[in-house]
């Protein structure tokens, strides 16, 4: 069964913080997901720390690859992912219910396409999926990447063309 939503977690060289990370979305309210976690080429211990909790949890998947850079690492963790609905976390410990509450959020608007949360400010934003210009998918991620989890609609990333605009709120 595919799960509604695919968190990815990218990680190059974060032995120090993987752990506490992969620890953090297993804690998630929210648990129908799948993590995959794509070792971008780390030369330390990350991904065999990663294989350890894999090990312990059947939502994780593993993927180890050369290094790629982070934008490129997400592209393609994004295209092995399946949920309808497509997370990432950067390491830092999100509050249990962020999942939830960006889930919440994405179900109560059709047009809202991408939700985020803020460094250091675990409230939900929302960006929506009305576009005029074409943007690449490489610059959505750039975009979404400065923030420390997001949540979208793998239509909307499909769309590839989507210039992102801060809805009303």
Not at 4 to 25: D, P, Q
Not at 56 to 72: Q, S
Not at 106 to 124: C, K, Q, Y
Request: aromatic fraction near 10%.
């Amino acid at each position: 069964m595919i799960p509604k939503v695919s968190i990815i977690m990218t990680a190059n060289n974060r032995e120090r913080y993987i752990g506490k990370a992969i620890e953090s979305i297993l804690a998630q309210t929210y648990t129908d997901f799948d993590l995959l976690i794509w070792d971008d080429g780390s030369t330390d211990n990350t991904f065999a720390i990663a294989c350890e909790y894999a090990k312990k949890d059947n939502r994780i998947r593993l993927a180890a690859y050369d290094h790629r850079g982070p934008i490129r690492a997400l592209g393609e963790a994004i295209a092995e992912s399946f949920g309808p609905l497509i997370g990432w976390f950067e390491d830092g410990p999100p509050e249990s219910a962020t999942l939830e509450k960006a889930l919440a959020k994405l179900e109560s608007d059709p047009a809202v396409g991408v939700v985020f949360t803020r460094n250091g400010n675990h409230s939900i934003d929302a960006w929506n999926s009305f576009s005029r210009k074409p943007k690449s998918k490489d610059r959505l991620l750039r975009g979404l990447m400065a923030f420390p989890f997001f949540l979208m609609r793998r239509d909307f990333y499909d769309q590839g063309s989507a210039t992102i605009q801060r809805s009303k709120q």
